[in-house]
């Protein structure tokens, strides 16, 4: 399957991605079919150069994005049918850690009251 995703590059501590379509199973590092366009997370305007043609070309033939670039294209309007998928794994434990704090953090129900109240007679 192909999938178009994210390619670092740049400095030590200061990436700058390549927007790629590849084999899901290859190596981000290795070889690519093509390179799609650029992105540049510390650029605050104009951070992503983009063919949208060949992406408009490549999703029509069935590509999969990761998550991380689905969410880019929809912010750039290459994806606008679908919502943003989430791109951070949370495992098991975490979520379970997660699950109990939101428990506890919740505020208690308020108790039902025990008798019913007898209705105004006429």
């Known amino acids: ?34 390179a799609l366009g650029n992105f540049d997370p510390h ?3 104009g ?8 992406i408009k070309f490549w999703l029509a ?14 912010k750039a309007g290459l994806i606008t049918d679908s919502k ?9 434990s975490r979520r379970a850690k997660l699950d109990e704090k939101k428990k506890s953090a919740a505020p208690a129900p308020a108790p039902a009251p025990s008798e019913p109240v007898a209705e105004a007679q006429k």
């Open 47 to 54: 951070s992503m150069a983009l063919k949208t043609e060949r």
């Open 1 to 34: 399957m192909l999938t178009i995703r994210l390619q670092r590059l740049g400095k030590k501590n200061y990436p700058t991605y390549r927007v790629i379509i590849s084999e899901k199973g290859r190596d981000t590092k290795g070889t690519y079919l093509e």
């Open 61 to 74: 033939k069935g590509a999969q994005t990761s998550n991380t670039v689905h969410n880019l294209f929809m």
């Open 43 to 45: 650029a605050k305007e």
């Open 84 to 92: 943003k998928k989430k791109s951070v794994f949370i495992s098991k």
